[in-house]
């Protein structure tokens, strides 16, 4: 019966594919991976899937019809998509926009920010084995979806800035019932890391997975909390205000040793950051219009190219965007997404792990399959 | 019945517009008639009048305070002379000739660099002048242009200053730009993603394959030349059962069914 050739600890190689239809991989993500029974030798993201060719798009459209695709890139943060080509396009045309502008846009982002991150918290959980966060944080989302709603009519594919402001004044009462969710969240934020922080199982399968050194992540090219996680202080938030952040008081947290559970811990304080922010947001709301005066045609002056980034949820999102003189419409318009360039590094984080790190791993990176295809 | 709908709107439709410039111009004529009594010194001194107050409100507008940036109109960046920019010198006293062009637009710093010499030129930039991290890595189609048909541009970041700065090449058509994977390992997908929409080869690149359509797709969607509403891939997925340029014909599908029949 036995082969005296073959004794337990021979490898033996074994390619699967994992995805793209698995509701692990967040969407159309297939990963080829080459195991020796459990241990994975080998990974090899192949993404694509879901390639629309917005950027090819951009170039047929006027710069204000490139907004509402925008939105369907990263699909579960569109405030800050939008908030990215909008900041990119005023830097182009030299517009200034009104304080109440910005704070809106701030206000916006922020309650974005926290949507993405509770989004990403479930399904990181829900992964990993731990479904009741799932039911928790979808509560919370839903009450900043309504928000959404509630201003612009839509609850996930936003549209909700313009080149120049925002297109909406904010409905009656809609600040007090955007306070009343800012106040109430930290205790929120505080279940969740009641069923998860100390939690015995999640620590396990959560530090020391996935180990990236600060060096290693600058290599990478890691944004967002990927690279906060392995200590590197980065935010452009902070570096290159934009909007208003200048004028917010609001600390970037940072991870120690660059592992899942560090990744974990630097988001949810991230969110605790994004309360704050909102809080003084909503207290310093200035009066004025929500929208400067710009031209009804918007047309770039000269040929040349400006690159606008700001800090989305899943990392540094930057449009580049050419243009030709007395342009309408985009030369070329080239998106930075993070998760792209993210997803880069997952085959050096999960090479010696198991196969259930990997998804660990995906979950980590926090990856939108919109984002990673366009 | 349905031939006289069409023709019923249009005919009611200039009767309308008639009786509007009728009302309209009722008041206007009996205005003039009052107006017509003023004397020509009359005339003279309400001219006078009204030039006084234009001066005046003129002058109000001037003493006022400076209108917010964002009442005013837009003032667009402009291109500037930027061989002054310390990098563009630190390059040039390095590796002499090197930096065709320096422009600085909207803030941001762009130097023109010859493409045969990206590898080292980018290794400068990051082992002498500290740009540890690539931004971003992308190109741009001018299919007129003569002097070669692809921009590609490097995006640096410094972290010591939060300094950002650009690179731009010239690339011709067919003719392969060196990879900087050895320089940056991130640029690995920028540049598979270049190469699969652009079609421009990295050389030296450890595994230069399409990344966003799929291997077999024929040609290279960012281009300028290729339609926008794109192109019949067919099953071009199986390249080696159906050549790229497209899949199966459906002239054939059809003729294939009616034999069987």
Known sequence: ?374 | MSDDKPTTPPEEAPVGDQKAPDQATAPESEEKKEKQPLSDEEKVAKIAEAKARAAARKQESEEAEPKDPWEEKPVPPAHEDASDDSDAVALGGQVPGVVLAADRYAGEVTLSVPADRIVEICRFFKNTCNYKFLVDLTAVDWPERAEGRFDVFYWMHRFDDSKRLRLHTVVAEDVPIQSVTEVWKTANWMEREVYDLFGIVFSDHPGLERILTWEGFNGHPLRKDFPIEGIDTGAAIYPDVYPPGGGPQAEEADEEAGGAE
């Open chain 1, 1 to 374: 019966m036995t082969d005296p050739e073959r004794s337990l600890f021979d490898v033996e190689e074994m390619e699967i594919n994992f995805g793209p239809q698995h509701p692990a991989t967040h969407g159309v993500l297939r990963v080829k991976i080459k195991l020796d029974g459990e241990k994975i030798m080998e990974a090899k993201p192949i993404i694509g899937y879901l390639h629309r060719g917005t950027e090819k798009l951009f170039e047929t459209m006027d710069f204000p019809q490139c907004i509402p695709h925008t939105d369907r890139m990263d699909y579960v943060a569109a405030a800050t998509n939008n908030q990215g080509f909008c900041v990119a396009m005023e830097k182009l045309l030299g517009i200034t926009i009104p304080p109440r502008a910005a704070y809106i846009r701030m206000i916006l982002a922020e309650l974005q920010r926290l949507a993405s991150h509770l989004v990403w918290l479930a399904t990181h959980a829900i992964d990993i084995g731990a479904i009741t966060p799932f039911f928790y944080t979808f509560r919370e989302r839903d009450a900043i979806l309504d928000l959404f709603e509630e201003y612009c009519g839509a609850r996930l594919t936003l549209n909700t800035m313009k080149i120049g402001g925002v297109p909406f004044e904010l409905p009656d009462g809609w600040l007090d019932r955007c306070s009343e969710l800012v106040d109430g969240f930290n205790s929120h934020i505080d279940e969740y890391e009641n069923l998860l922080t100390e939690n015995r199982i999640w620590k396990q399968r959560t530090i020391g997975i996935g180990v990236v050194s600060a060096e290693e992540a600058i290599e990478w090219g890691l944004t967002g909390p990927p690279l906060r996680g392995s200590g590197v202080q980065w935010d452009i938030r902070k570096i290159f205000p934009y909007d208003r952040y200048d004028e917010i008081d609001f600390k970037i947290p940072i991870g120690k040793t660059g592992d899942t559970y560090d990744r974990y811990l630097v988001r949810m304080q991230e969110m605790r950051q994004s309360v704050r922010i909102l809080r003084q947001c909503l207290d310093r709301l200035p009066d004025g219009p929500y929208m400067a005066r710009v031209p009804k045609v918007l047309r770039a002056k000269d040929a040349g190219m400006v690159y606008g980034s700001v800090e989305a949820p899943k990392g540094e999102l930057g449009y580049f965007i050419v243009t030709t003189e007395k342009a309408t419409a985009p030369y070329r318009c080239r998106v930075r997404p993070p998760s792209f360039i993210n997803l880069q590094m997952l085959p050096a984080m999960v090479e010696g792990h198991l196969v259930a790190d990997l998804v660990a791993v995906i979950g980590t990176l926090d990856i939108v399959l919109g984002e990673i295809d366009r």
